[in-house]
């Protein structure tokens, strides 16, 4: 087990701004304390069951959800989106959310994202930081080095890209397309590589979300010669971009 961490200890503040700064910290160092002594000698990802804990999951359903956080990290499991963070009254400071699952952050509450969302792997840890009214995220820390690789063939067609999808090697069929819908573009700055590996005579069909461009052409990006890949990336609001 850890060794008990003590309360912080701080001489009396003698002006308002030294008594704010004084709360602050005090806020801080308290919630720190709570959750190192709440965390077992091996806490891994598992729930402690103890509300204080770092290790704590919480839970969410549907899209442009809420939380209630009560700590300074917690595994977050959740439906298609988060927006808005709740956390304890009169907290400022840093926060840590582990993503349990694959969701989306996105800027529809008090969260701000760069790009307006950001989608989350299983394990990834996003830093960010509230200054009273606001959430301010920084960038994913991932868990590893883990690529997502999808196998398709025309059986699976349409294949609608799923959020933890990074390489897809696609196969068409042999009387027609294999076609691979794309999420909507947010300017989340996501990468996505698709190869062909067939010789029959039909492509693979990039198809974009509704109005979305791929290099500012509507329609659907066929992937015709055998072995060609490409990889495309979400730059910005409805625009995907070869690269």
């Not at 990468?191 to 010789?199: R, Y």
Request: no cysteine; proline share 7%.
């Amino acid at each position: 087990m850890p060794q008990r961490v003590p309360s912080l200890q701080l001489p009396l503040p003698r002006s308002e701004p030294a008594r704010e700064a004084h709360r602050q910290l005090m806020l801080w160092a308290t919630q720190m304390v709570s959750v190192l002594n709440s965390l077992s000698a091996d806490p891994g990802l598992k729930d402690s069951g103890n509300p204080g804990s770092a290790a704590t999951t919480i839970s969410f359903a549907g899209s442009d959800a809420a939380i209630d956080i009560s700590a300074v990290m917690h595994l977050v499991r959740g439906g298609t989106s988060l927006a808005t963070i709740h956390p304890p009254r009169g907290f400022t400071g840093a926060f840590f959310l582990i993503a349990a699952n694959p969701f989306t952050l996105n800027s529809n509450g008090n969260v701000v994202v760069p790009g307006g969302s950001t989608g989350l792997q299983t394990g990834e840890m996003v830093p960010m930081v509230f200054d009273g009214k606001s959430w301010y995220v920084s960038v994913p820390i991932s868990s590893g080095f883990v690529i997502h690789v999808k196998i398709i063939t025309y059986a699976d067609s349409p294949y609608t890209v799923a959020p933890d999808d990074d390489v897809i090697i696609a196969s068409a069929g042999t009387a027609a397309d294999t076609i691979v819908r794309l999420p909507q573009a947010t300017g989340s700055a996501r990468l996505l590589d698709i190869k062909k590996v067939d010789a029959n005579p039909y492509s693979i069909g990039l198809l974009a979300a509704g109005s979305d461009t791929i290099d500012d052409a509507l329609g659907q990006l066929d992937i015709l010669a055998r072995y060609t890949s490409y990889t495309i990336i979400d730059y910005a609001p409805g625009k995907w971009a070869i690269l």
